[in-house]
Every structure is written in C-alpha cells, then in structure tokens.
C-alpha cells in the first residue's frame, strides 16, 4: 500500500511539468498567489485522475449515466483513490448544511448505519433484541397496573400522503379510530389527511383498564396490534407513548425501539435530530447576568444592556406602560 500520493510531470494548465509527493491519511493545504496553479493541481489534476479511474472501474453499463473526466495531462500519478470534491462557491451559511450534506456521502452513511448498525440500551447498555409477545404483555400488566391505556399500532411513520385508501381498509377491518400526528381522530366516510404533510399515523386497536382480570384482553389486542404494525405497537398511559417492538427490545429494562431507519440518524428530521438543539448542535439561552449586568441601575440608567439607552421609540413606549401596569 502506498502512504503517499506520487505526481510527476503535472502540466495541466499553468502547471510547468511539477513533481511533487503528497502523504495520504492527512489534511493538505495548496496555497500559492492567483493563478499559480492550485484549482489546476487540486482539482483538474488529482480530482480528475481519481475520479475518472473510479468510473472506468465500473461496468459500461453504468458508465453510460456519468460523465467520464477527460485524463489530465501528467506523466504519472500513483497512491491515488477514488476522489470527492465539493465546488468552490460561496453558500449561503445554512447550519444545516454540512460536508457530508454537499458531497451526499451523508445519505450512503445514514443507510449503512440503519442497514448494519447494533442498537443497544440507552438505559443499561445492553445489545437489544427481539422481545416476545409473552414477554410484552407481562411488562404491560406489571408497568401499567390499575391504569388507563390505549394500544396503538404504527401503520405510518413520517410520511406524506392523504392515505385515504388506508382508512378505508381501517373501516372494512372493524377499528373506528386512529392518532393522526398525536391527535385521537373519529374516521369517517372519505377520511383523509393531508397530502403534503409528513405524517404519523396510529391505529386504536383497544382501550383499557390494566388489571389482572384483563390478560386476556391484552393478548388479543397486543396480537392484533404487532401484526397492524409490523411487530411494533405503543401503550399511551394518558401523558406519554411507550414503544413495545418484537423487532428490538432490551429484555433487561423492557424499553422497545423503532426499526432502524435511514431517518433514525438525519439530524435534518424530527426522528433522528436532538430534542434539544433539533439538529443544529447549538442552543440559544438568555443570560440574566448578562442582560442585566448591574442590578442596581434602574432602566432609566440603562440597566437592561440590551435595550441600552431609553429614548422615544414603540419599543421603550411599549414598556414604560408595562411598567406602569406592573
């Protein structure tokens, strides 16, 4: 294996016939004045050569969909991988746009982690596994005593569509509810949502009273819920969903989990992104101290340092009559 990448006899534009050793497995900078060759060596040079011996690699086939670089003209480059490159423009600063956004190796990686990846317990750490249907509904009957529960079963996850096919099929299986993005909804003829929007949809297989007398019940309904919702359902207690999963569930805290999904690790949707900072890896907070770095002034005295200094506009209007009513 080469730890270096070898170029000799470089003249693709204004490169003069250079030779030059780059080493591999590091971050190189080309610096140089306008027009010195940088973009040339860079991009038209070791970009090209890597990317066009990359697709020359590939079937006719599928050659026929790329556009095959012309072969930049050096005597000789060796250590070379196949090669990305970003263009070189200014963007518009999104925070949501990243390295791997603009040369979509972000999209491969979230399908390798869904497709490959191990999910382990957030709780205690242990592998997740497949949890049966007895196990199920005992940590239902032992979390859930003596308590009002509806058993849902996840038909639609973060999709758009109006589904109206879907709710027929709903009607002519006997259920006459379902949770539309968390809202309990009647369904009625022509039922429908809205087709532009990302939606969840949940199926109401039963509501119950959690008791000992009600094991039957429970068999029944979480049966027809995991075969509704591909081996996933969830117990709402009145305030908050429980994921139960025949798929992924640690047997030791018995918490269940969502099927990995290419969504599960986009920090551009609500499925995958922190609750915190929703994907953008910084929160905005106020500081009080800061605001109002001396608590002896009075706002007359500048003392709120945002506002600075009073003077005739809405806003200090807006609030000396807040002041007042205060």
Known sequence: MFNKILIKGAREHNLKNIDLELPRDSFVVITGLSGSG?????????????????????????????NILEKPDVDLIE????????????T??????????????????????????????YNCGRPVEKQSSDQIIETILNDFDDKKIQLLAPVVRGRKGHYRELFQ???????????VDGEVKEIIDDFKVDRYKTHDIELVVDRMKVNATSRYRIRQSVEVALNYGNGNLIINDGGEDYWFSRNFACAHCGIGFQELAP???????????CPDCDGLGEKKELDINLIIPDKDKSINQEGIASLGKPRNIWFFNQLECIAQKY
């Open 38 to 66: 940088k973009s040339s060596l860079a991009f038209d040079t070791i970009y090209a050569e890597g990317q066009r011996r990359y697709i020359e690699s590939l079937s006719s086939y599928a050659r026929q969909f790329l």
């Open 79 to 90: 250590g070379l991988s196949p090669a990305i490159s970003i263009e070189q423009k200014s």
């Open 92 to 121: 518009a600063g999104n925070p949501r746009s990243t390295v791997g956004t603009v040369n979509e190796i972000y999209d491969f990686l979230r399908l390798l982690f869904a497709r490959v990846g191990k999910v382990y317990c």
């Open 169 to 179: 099929e709903i009607i002519r299986d006997g259920f006459l509810r379902v949770r």
């Open 263 to 273: 969504n599960s690790f986009s920090f551009n949707s609500p499925y995958g992104s």
